[in-house]
């Protein structure tokens, strides 16, 4: 669900230039996978109940329960709409009891303002991590993908991440998968751009799978 592309997609060729002149890898991961198409997406709760839904499942099977969802709300979910929703309502599309538990949490925390949207431009992404993980069902990870996917944060990497260690293994030549903290002391060069690197990484990593 991530790596949908956005309607509008930056600039990144001040990232990209970073990239070549820090890390001659990185240069040429650049150079195969061509301009970087990450761009921000709005809707910021829909974007996480779409990444509830994704959790243990294909990602054929979380688009056809999240499209019946969104059918349901009226083609856009909101936490008031969400919490206005029946137990039956949502086993209808296909929730399991305890995504149901964790979709109605997320509303929840937006409704209250547990989950501060108007701040989030202003908060750092540590904050934000924060304030998304007290959330049942969002770990590191999920925010983490929010803050790179929706808000373009320019400086995140996930790095325990497996698809960003296969790429920092094949990319690198290293002869068994990276450490996190490996990941962490090869990206240092790649600041203040590691979010751009890590989609490159991504996206090289999938073509380089891909063509095996």
């Known amino acids: 669900m991530w790596f949908v592309t956005a309607a509008r997609v930056p600039d990144w060729s001040v990232a990209m230039r ?3 002149r820090v890390d001659p890898v990185m240069g040429r991961i650049v150079d195969r996978v061509g301009p970087c198409t990450l761009g921000p997406r709005r809707g910021y709760f829909e974007a996480l109940c779409q990444a509830i839904f994704s959790q243990q499942v294909s990602g054929t099977v979380a688009d056809i329960l999240f499209a019946r969802f969104r059918k349901l709300l009226g083609g856009r979910p909101t936490p008031a709409g969400v ?3 029946t137990e039956e309502q ?3 599309v ?3 009891r305890q995504k149901r538990r964790y979709v109605r949490d997320l509303a929840e925390h937006f409704a209250s303002g ?3 949207v108007r701040r989030l431009g202003r908060m750092g992404d540590e904050e934000i991590i924060e304030s ?3 959330v049942k069902g969002v770990g590191r990870w999920t925010a983490e993908m929010f803050l790179i996917f929706v808000l ?3 400086d995140l990497l996930p790095a325990d991440d497996l698809g960003v260690r296969k790429g920092v293994q094949m990319g690198y030549g290293l002869g068994e998968l990276p450490s996190p903290k490996q990941v962490i002391e090869i990206g240092a060069r790649w600041r203040p751009w590691r979010t751009v690197a890590t989609w490159y990484l991504w996206r090289w990593g999938a ?3 891909a063509g095996r």
């Open 90 to 92: 949502l086993t209808a």
């Open 132 to 134: 998304l993980v007290e």
């Open 152 to 154: 373009n944060r320019p």
């Open 83 to 85: 919490l206005r929703l």
């Open 114 to 116: 547990r989950i501060p």
């Open 18 to 20: 970073h990239l070549r």
């Open 207 to 209: 073509a380089e799978e």
């Open 94 to 96: 296909g929730l399991s």
